[in-house]
């Protein structure tokens, strides 16, 4: 644990030490005018947040960091190979996670693989952006700039949240949460600035429809495939076991396949090139998107302005 910390606390310092303000970045002459429209446009969502929707006021987001185009964060995931119960890690301050981040990939393969030997389902996948939840003073990270209007709000509100309201241990809330801030805040954010009708938030609704059909899927398929390991017979052979978890899962592809999206391509997937995902691809839709419908319902039956909804909660779990 403490060897992990320290090369957490190198690999962040790394980054906060490289970074330069916005302010900086936006009068550098030989900065792109296409990355200083999105500098301007993450402080307009910033201000929006903060005055708009009651998120606390930060230095997160004032400071750039240039990736080179490359990853800065691995995070891995793992869980049990059959039955829907994530790896947990443990940690000072934070209370149990079902995730860990690494800044160095090689360092992360090394540990996916010891945990893989144990038996677990496991995924080291990139991530976009982070919160330090206050550790660190969060940078714009150059990747982020690469997002849509609407996909770069939802981004940005969904850590001020975590930055907001992070109950210690209790990850799926945390993320269900900031998922739900994130997404509804970006919605009043596009329509704020840009209008009902306008090609950003037409774009921005095209995607989340993608995306609610395609968790729901994920969803649907996560709580059968928990049915399906809970029903599996003491007696059957691992390899039975596996042939089992890996037909459904094959068919929920292929449902996903044959699903009506706006953005076809980005959900496809290929049988011959891609390899089938395991339980942490579905446990992660799930931990981020399982509680959508309960606080939509919380919403609308509570006759807040999302404001006073972000309030509400913040201080039923102060």
Request: proline residues 2%; glycine residues 6%.
């Amino acid at each position: 644990m403490i060897q992990y910390g320290l090369q957490q606390l190198q690999g962040q310092l790394s980054i906060v030490w490289n970074t330069r303000t916005i302010s900086e970045v936006l009068k550098d002459t030989s900065t792109p005018d296409s990355i200083k429209v999105k500098l301007k446009l993450i402080e307009e969502i910033k201000r929006f947040a903060v005055d708009s929707l009651g998120l606390e006021e930060s230095d997160n987001y004032s400071t750039f960091y240039d990736q080179k185009g490359k990853p800065s964060l691995w995070v891995l995931t793992a869980t049990e190979p059959f039955k829907m119960k994530a790896y947990e890690w443990w940690f000072p301050f934070l209370g149990a996670t079902t995730y860990k981040g690494y800044f160095k990939k090689e360092i992360g393969l090394e540990a996916e693989l010891e945990i893989r030997k144990k038996g677990y389902d496991t995924d080291l996948g990139i991530v976009g952006a982070w919160s330090t939840l206050g550790f660190f003073s969060d940078p714009v990270l150059s990747n982020m700039l690469r997002r849509n209007e609407g996909k770069l709000a939802e981004l940005i509100i969904h850590e001020l949240t975590h930055g907001t309201l992070y109950l210690k241990g209790n990850v799926d809330f945390n993320e269900n949460f900031a998922t739900f801030i994130g997404e509804k805040g970006a919605r009043q954010f596009l329509e704020n600035k840009f209008g009902k009708a306008s090609e950003e938030m037409t774009k921005y609704e095209e995607y989340q429809e993608d995306e609610d059909l395609y968790g729901e899927i994920m969803v649907e398929a996560t709580n059968s495939l928990d049915s399906i390991y809970n029903q599996m017979k003491t007696t059957a052979s691992k390899q039975q076991k596996y042939e089992t978890k890996y037909r459904f899962i094959a068919q929920t592809m292929l449902k996903i396949n044959q699903t009506s999206f706006h953005h076809k391509m980005r959900y496809l997937f290929d049988f011959k090139k891609d390899k089938l995902p395991n339980n942490c691809e579905f446990m992660a839709y799930y931990r981020y998107r399982k509680q959508q419908n309960e606080f939509e319902k919380r919403f609308e039956t509570s006759n807040l302005d999302l404001k006073q909804f972000i309030q509400k909660i913040k201080s039923e779990n102060d």
